[in-house]
C-alpha cells in the first residue's frame, strides 16, 4: 500500500469515528437510554435548590431553577457536540467551542444549532422532584410548587 493512500484510509476512519461519537454524543440528550441514564431522576427536595439560581446537577448533566412559583429542569449538553455547559453571569456558555445561550436556553452565537431542552418537573409520593427524561416540554413549562 502506498503511503499516500494509507493516509488517506487512516483521515477517513478517523472522520467516521468521530462523526459516530458526535452523533451519539448529541442524541444523548433527547434519549437517555443511550448513556444508560434514567428516564426518571430523583433531584432530592425542593430546599436543597435556592430560590432564583441554576443548580448543576453534574451527575445528570442538568441545570435545575427554581423560583417562589415552581422549578424547572434543562439539559445542560450544548447542542452543537455535547460538552457540559457553564453557568455565566447571563445565560450558559460552552467551554469547547463558545456557544452560548440565553437563560431559557435558547441559541445567542453559534456554532450550536438547536436550544436547549426543558425536561418536566414533578414531585414523588414522598416529596422529592423527579426529573423526567424523557418527556421535553416547552420552555415556558414550569412545575408549579405552590
Ligand atoms: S460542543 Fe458546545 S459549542 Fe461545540
Redesign the pocket.
Known amino acids: 500500500m502506498k503511503r499516500r493512500s494509507f493516509i488517506g484510509k487512516v483521515a477517513g476512519i478517523t472522520a467516521v469515528v468521530a462523526g459516530v461519537l458526535a452523533a451519539t454524543g448529541f442524541l444523548k440528550q433527547f434519549y437517555p437510554f443511550i448513556s444508560g441514564r434514567k428516564h426518571s431522576i430523583r433531584i432530592g427536595n425542593l430546599h436543597d435548590y435556592p430560590v432564583g439560581t441554576f443548580t448543576l446537577i453534574k451527575d445528570h448533566n442538568l441545570f435545575v431553577y427554581r423560583d417562589h412559583e415552581g422549578v424547572r429542569a434543562l439539559s445542560a449538553v ?1 447542542t ?4 457540559i455547559l457553564e453557568k455565566g453571569t447571563e445565560g450558559f456558555v ?1 467551554p ?4 452560548t445561550y440565553d437563560d431559557e436556553g435558547k441559541v445567542l452565537s453559534g ?2 444549532p438547536r436550544n436547549l431542552v426543558w425536561y418536566k418537573v414533578s414531585r414523588s409520593q414522598d416529596g422529592k422532584l423527579v426529573i423526567h427524561m424523557n418527556h421535553p416540554v416547552k420552555p415556558a413549562y414550569k412545575y408549579n410548587i405552590s
Open positions: 450544548c452543537h457536540l455535547g460538552c460552552c469547547c467551542h463558545g456557544t456554532p450550536a
